[in-house]
């Protein structure tokens, strides 16, 4: 491991970066499952994954 002196700097865009993309995903999924049906459906269904499927990798990265 790195010390803590020896840290990169990290701007606002790369801390922010993945939490956005995660919320758009999401608010995506929410929208196409309110207001049809369909393929509608299954994106639904891949954007309000993409929240859970980030708990289970962060969640499986600390273990290891």
Do not use: C, E, N
């Not at 939490?19 to 639904?44: C, E, K, N, Q």
């Not at 954007?47 to 969640?59: E, I, Q």
């Amino acid at each position: 491991m790195k010390p803590h002196s020896m840290k990169q700097h990290r701007t606002l865009r790369h801390v922010f970066a993945v939490p956005a993309v995660i919320a758009v995903a999401g608010l995506v999924g929410l929208v196409s499952a309110l207001t049809g049906d369909g393929w509608r459906d299954g994106l639904a269904w891949l954007g309000l994954a993409a929240p859970v499927a980030a708990v289970l990798w962060s969640r499986a990265a600390r273990r290891s």
